[in-house]
């Protein structure tokens, strides 16, 4: 079956840096767009960024434009979020997820696999 693993969150200091990772398996993970959505507490999950199967092109939320880049290894079947200059409220837990879909996927109902989170905390 599909499955999606998190690596690289942990505690950090505003301003500071983080590198997530997604390894995939059981897909084929060229097929797949890839998102990374993080939940605060008390909130609602939100999107953060998502990338087209090619990589060829990303989409990211208003709030972390700028300063995270997310990108693929098709040939790795690994996603990450580069996050550069964190703020205490990207604090939350960070998952990825998967669409079977050659679009660029922005909404979160479509995606259908999902790893089991990572938490980054960012001190002020």
Do not use: H
Not at 53 to 74: C, E, H, L, P, Q
Not at 92 to 115: I, M, N, Q
Request: charged letters at 15%; aromatic letters at 10%; hydrophobic letters at 35%.
């Amino acid at each position: 079956q599909v499955q999606l693993t998190e690596s690289g969150g942990g505690l950090v200091q505003a301003g500071g840096s983080l590198r997530l990772s997604c390894a995939a398996s059981g897909l084929t993970f060229s097929s797949y767009a890839m998102g990374w959505f993080r939940q605060a507490p008390g909130k609602e999950r939100a999107l953060v960024a998502t990338i087209t199967w090619s990589g060829g092109r990303t989409y990211y939320a208003d709030s972390v434009k700028g300063r995270f880049t997310i990108s693929r290894d098709n040939a790795k079947n690994t996603v990450y979020l580069q996050m550069n200059s964190l703020k205490p409220e990207d604090t939350a837990v960070y998952y990825c997820a998967a669409t079977r879909s050659l679009l660029l996927v922005k909404t979160e109902r479509p995606y259908d696999a999902w790893g089991q989170g990572t938490q980054v905390t960012v001190s002020s």
